[in-house]
């Protein structure tokens, strides 16, 4: 059999559940950006700050890792610049072959300036739409829906879970909590997702990566969440053997096919997985959970869709039918209706693998 190669899998349509806006900027942008606004980078060479990120994030912390996230939140704060790099952000995905894709960021982030939240998202729900039809005419449709994301060592969550149903019918598509795991429980939030509940509002959270399994059952179990957000540490509630065991909480969540949004550059820079050949998303998808592949932060890991798939390709042999596998899965666990969901997977999805599975 021919290895598939990277430039093969940028040709096949892919679904991404996970990546941040504020963790995809195109390097170039953030050198003219931050000259716009007199903001101080490493390096004004967009290639040798392209490298600086990457290296930067390389700690083996998520908390040194988050620490890089400074540069891109300070060019990301008046609506043209959010409008800009919300745009890129649709054409860079819809050019990697990203036919769907749930891009999240923090509104909270954004208001060092004048702006209000509501003209936070306005400006990004704006710039995705531009992109998407910028990507349309070039022949690379994509469909982005918005995901709000409340940091969670702040106490702004219930707020950001209102502006996100307020804009439910104009591209926010759901919500999250992100940011250092250690010390910030999802349950800090539980008012904002039983008010999510109550809305019939969907929602994820990032659990799971930095910390195990309490924080994943808090995540399921007390707020209710429909995915989570990596979740890779529901390794530690399987005891390795032929076949592995699975405790309670990890049987729970392969049950319920919660969806596990897995990045695995992401987290081998965090330390959460040694290597990707090393990466849980091999057991995982052996077992059958619903696993989905994503690219977390594409700038911080110098990442794209087809590269983490192609990394997989390379570490564990996986061919087009795993491939498919894990972009019906995420297409499964999106939360566009459910309509919409079936139309990408039996319109754009089936007839271009079934060419390439033959
Ligand atoms: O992988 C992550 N874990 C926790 N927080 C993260 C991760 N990637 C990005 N973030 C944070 C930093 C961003 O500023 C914020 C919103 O996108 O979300
Ligand atoms: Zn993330």
């Not at 096949?12 to 931050?34: C, F, N, Q, S």
């Not at 072959?97 to 509501?118: C, I, K, M, N, S």
């Not at 998303?281 to 087809?306: A, H, K, P, Q, Y």
Request: net charge negative; with cysteine; hydrophobic share 45%.
């Amino acid at each position: 059999m021919v290895a598939i190669s990277y430039e093969d899998i940028v040709k096949v349509p892919k679904a991404l559940l996970h990546d941040h806006l504020d963790g995809g900027l195109r390097p170039a942008t953030i050198v003219e950006l931050a000259a716009e606004v007199g903001h101080e980078l490493p390096t004004t060479d967009a290639e040798a700050l392209g490298r600086w990120f990457v290296d930067a994030a390389n700690s083996g912390s998520l908390e040194r890792y988050l620490e890089t996230f400074a540069h891109t939140v300070a060019v990301m704060q008046t609506a043209p610049a959010l409008r800009r790099v919300a745009r890129e952000c649709a054409l860079d995905l819809a050019t990697d072959g990203v036919v769907y894709a749930e891009v999240r960021f923090a509104p909270e982030q954004h208001l060092e300036q004048d702006l209000t939240l509501d003209e936070v998202v306005d400006a990004v729900v704006t710039g995705f739409r531009e992109g998407s039809a910028l990507a349309a005419e070039a022949g690379h449709p994509i469909r982005v829906g918005t995901l709000l994301t409340a940091m969670r060592h702040a106490a702004r969550s219930q707020e950001i879970a209102e502006l996100a149903v307020r804009h439910r019918d104009t591209g926010v598509v759901g919500f999250d909590i992100a940011g250092a795991e250690a010390g910030f429980p999802p349950t800090r939030h539980l008012d904002a997702f039983e008010y999510l509940q109550r809305e019939n509002f969907h929602f994820t959270i990032h659990a799971g990566e930095a910390f195990g399994l309490p924080s994943i059952w808090q995540a399921i179990q007390w707020c209710g969440a429909d995915r989570l957000g990596h979740g890779v540490r529901i390794v530690d509630d399987i005891t390795p053997g032929n076949p592995p065991v699975l405790g309670r909480l990890a049987a729970y969540v392969r049950d319920k096919r919660i969806p596990l949004e897995l990045c695995p550059s992401s987290n081998v820079q965090t330390g959460a997985a040694a290597s990707i050949a090393d990466h849980p998303i091999g057991l995982l998808r052996d077992l059958r959970f619903r696993v989905t592949v994503n690219t977390d932060n594409r700038l911080m890991s110098g990442t794209s869709m087809s590269r983490e798939m192609a990394l997989l390709v390379d570490a564990f042999g996986y061919g087009w039918k795993e491939l498919q596998w894990f972009t019906i899965n995420a297409m499964k666990s999106a939360f566009i209706p459910f309509d919409e969901r079936l139309r990408i997977i039996d319109e754009v999805i089936k007839p271009a693998y079934a060419k390439v599975i033959g």
